[in-house]
């Protein structure tokens, strides 16, 4: 499978711990896009990195939340110190940004926090 | 700012009617619209797309979408459903002037659309 792929799943953690996800992209795509996806919403855009730049924060990613594309290939995406309101579903999505690209985001199936 | 409102959370239609998904877009410019579907554990997957040429956009599996700048609308129809299309769709507005731009796409709430056979 040569799609966006990211781990784990699902996540369920004790508020107060830390967790981490991983998101490896399509491999060819230099921008890849953290969303936020609580039920009966649309996604929210987090942050997104074009090859290992971090280009744009939302004001959603509170210091608590850090994200990193140490070599411009896989990225990561920690929480620090959960709380219950941080359960949500985290989409990763990648594109090609290029003089044309088709605007289109490849997204990942997502992965699953429950914070009790 | 720019943003989407889907008028529907959820729709219901039998295989085989026709579809109607009603988006309405707020922007201060021409925008970038999109639709993107998303199956039952499956990721988010571009439907099609609306960047300033034909107003008619035609995409995957049947779907289509016109721009109506007069409505501030970006519908979504198809003449026939079918059970495959049963998912959640997205209304997506790209906040960028530059056609194609995707850094920070804006996404409606979803509407949720079931097929009865």
């Known amino acids: 499978d040569t799609g966006v792929s990211q781990d784990p799943r699902h996540k369920i953690t004790k508020r107060g711990q830390n967790v981490t996800f991983r998101c490896d992209p399509i491999?060819?795509?230099?921008?890849l896009y953290w969303y936020r996806q609580t039920l009966g919403q649309g996604p929210e855009f987090l942050t997104y990195f074009q090859n290992e730049a971090q280009l744009e924060k939302s004001r959603l990613l509170s210091d608590r939340f850090s994200a990193e594309r140490p070599k411009g290939s896989f990225s990561t995406l920690e929480i620090q110190r959960t709380e219950q309101g941080d359960s949500a579903m985290y989409l990763c999505?990648?594109?090609?940004?290029?003089?044309?690209?088709?605007?289109?985001?490849?997204f990942g199936e997502g992965s699953r926090l429950t914070v009790l | 700012a720019q943003s989407v409102t889907q008028l529907d959370s959820h729709v219901s239609v039998s295989e085989g009617t026709p579809v109607l998904l009603r988006c309405n877009y707020s922007?201060?410019?021409?925008?970038?619209l999109f639709w993107y579907v998303q199956h039952p554990n499956k990721g988010l997957q571009l439907l099609l797309k609306?960047?300033?040429?034909?107003?008619l956009v035609k995409g995957i599996n049947g779907f289509e979408a016109e721009f109506k700048k007069s409505e501030t609308s970006f519908h979504l129809t198809k003449p026939s459903a079918h059970m495959s299309d049963a998912a959640e769709y997205f209304c997506?507005?790209?906040?960028?002037?530059?056609?194609?731009?995707?850094?920070?796409?804006?996404f409606g709430t979803g509407t949720r659309l079931q097929v009865f056979p």
């Open positions: 997506v507005v790209s906040p960028s002037r530059r056609a194609y731009n995707t850094d920070k796409l804006i």
């Open positions: 609306y960047t300033s040429a034909a107003t």
């Open positions: 922007s201060s410019y021409s925008p970038s």
């Open positions: 999505a990648s594109s090609l940004a290029a003089g044309w690209n088709t605007g289109e985001l490849f």
């Open positions: 491999s060819e795509h230099n921008r």
